[in-house]
């Protein structure tokens, strides 16, 4: 799968003053590489007050994988949230993302996706991080996340009858993938994943290839600007989730809105809608039981 034009939206021409590039340099260690300079204005820090969180190390039958997760310290288990990260890799957004779950009483936990095939967070450009995520299978994806699954069971702090999934970006064309995969989802979440793309042999299927397989109703989340992602394929997944019975599902399309809307840490941010995407998704995950 070539994600070329939808890496292209991400990154706006923007003018960088010095005083903002030092501050994004220094804020942006945790960062992806090739998404220097940050916002440093806008990034979102959820502490560990309250939370047991860390690093991972997930088993799968080829081999231990890394993650991190995060749980609130006190009682539990926790309703379950798989975060699946951007193409950029689970850096500091993501582990961020799944702190945020973590205080708002779930356990969280992102594994890494693409690290049998590289390490994208240190990929110095675009071009690299391509390199590595092309070579990616779906089906590896899925057995990792199924892996992840049954590491937050075994942990005793993961109810992992009550399980939601959201991603960003390649992450989220993987929410709308892996719900199809496993029947046992309760509630997904997708922001902004590609919808219709060519397929290779390694990612054979789209999300509309796989909504006849999807049993639940779906609340994604999509910008009307985004460069990498037409409006018209939005309306097709809309038209194919009717058709296929999932017409409760509900895809949102955000008026004016990039790609990347909800990654705080990049020029593509829009505060508003990050928010009300958030409040919209957690209580869609309560109204589907996960929480």
Same mark, same amino acid.
């Given at each position: 799968?070539?994600? @070329?034009?939808?890496?292209?939206?991400?990154?706006?021409k923007t003018h960088v003053?010095?005083?903002?590039?030092?501050?994004?340099?220094? *804020?942006?260690?945790?960062?992806?590489?090739?998404?220097?300079?940050?916002?440093?204005?806008?990034?979102?820090?959820?502490?560990?007050?309250?939370?047991?969180?860390?690093?991972?190390?997930?088993?799968?039958?080829?081999? !231990?994988?890394?993650?991190?997760?995060?749980?609130?310290?006190?009682?539990?288990?926790?309703?379950?949230? *798989? *975060?699946?990260?951007?193409?950029?890799?689970?850096?500091?957004?993501?582990?961020?993302?799944?702190?945020?779950?973590?205080? &708002?009483?779930?356990?969280?936990? &992102?594994? /890494?996706?693409?690290?049998?095939?590289? /390490?994208?967070?240190?990929?110095? /450009?675009?071009?690299?991080?391509? &390199?590595?995520?092309?070579?990616?299978?779906?089906?590896?994806?899925?057995?990792?996340?199924?892996?992840?699954?049954?590491?937050?069971?075994a942990t005793g702090k993961?109810?992992?009858?009550?399980?939601?999934?959201?991603?960003?970006?390649?992450?989220?064309?993987? @929410? +709308?993938?892996?719900?199809?995969?496993?029947?046992?989802?309760?509630?997904?979440?997708?922001?902004?994943?590609?919808?219709?793309?060519?397929?290779?042999?390694?990612?054979?299927?789209?999300?509309?290839? *796989? &909504?006849?397989?999807?049993?639940?109703?779906?609340?994604?989340?999509?910008?009307?600007?985004?460069?990498?992602?037409?409006? !018209?394929?939005?309306?097709?997944?809309?038209? $194919?989730?009717?058709?296929?019975?999932?017409?409760?599902? $509900?895809?949102?399309?955000?008026?004016?809105?990039?790609?990347?809307?909800?990654?705080?840490?990049?020029?593509?941010?829009?505060? !508003?809608?990050?928010? $009300?995407? +958030?409040?919209?998704?957690?209580?869609?995950?309560?109204?589907?039981?996960?929480?």
């Open positions: 799968m070539d994600d @070329s034009n939808d890496i292209k939206s991400l990154f706006p003053s010095r005083r903002g590039f030092v501050a994004a340099t220094t *804020v942006g260690a945790g960062f992806a590489l090739a998404v220097q300079p940050i916002q440093a204005q806008t990034v979102i820090t959820t502490d560990t007050a309250g939370l047991t969180s860390g690093d991972a190390k997930i088993p799968t039958p080829t081999g !231990d994988i890394y993650g991190y997760y995060a749980h609130p310290t006190a009682g539990g288990p926790f309703a379950t949230v *798989v *975060v699946i990260q951007e193409i950029f890799g689970v850096h500091e957004h993501i582990k961020d993302v799944v702190r945020r779950f973590a205080k &708002a009483g779930y356990f969280a936990v &992102a594994p /890494d996706l693409h690290g049998r095939q590289g /390490d994208t967070t240190k990929a110095p /450009d675009i071009q690299a991080i391509l &390199a590595i995520v092309n070579r990616v299978p779906d089906a590896q994806v899925y057995a990792d996340i199924d892996a992840a699954v049954a590491w937050a069971k993961g109810d992992t009858n009550r399980l939601g999934v959201t991603g960003f970006c390649w992450g989220g064309r993987m @929410s +709308w993938m892996y719900t199809a995969h496993n029947p046992n989802v309760k509630a997904a979440s997708p922001f902004y994943g590609p919808l219709i793309r060519p397929a290779t042999e390694l990612q054979p299927k789209n999300p509309i290839d *796989v &909504a006849a397989q999807i049993k639940i109703p779906v609340l994604a989340f999509y910008g009307a600007a985004d460069q990498g992602i037409p409006n !018209d394929t939005v309306e097709k997944m809309r038209a $194919e989730l009717k058709a296929k019975g999932v017409a409760s599902s $509900e895809i949102i399309l955000y008026p004016d809105t990039p790609h990347g809307f909800h990654a705080d840490y990049r020029p593509s941010y829009r505060a !508003d809608k990050a928010k $009300e995407a +958030w409040e919209k998704m957690i209580a869609y995950f309560k109204s589907r039981g996960v929480a």
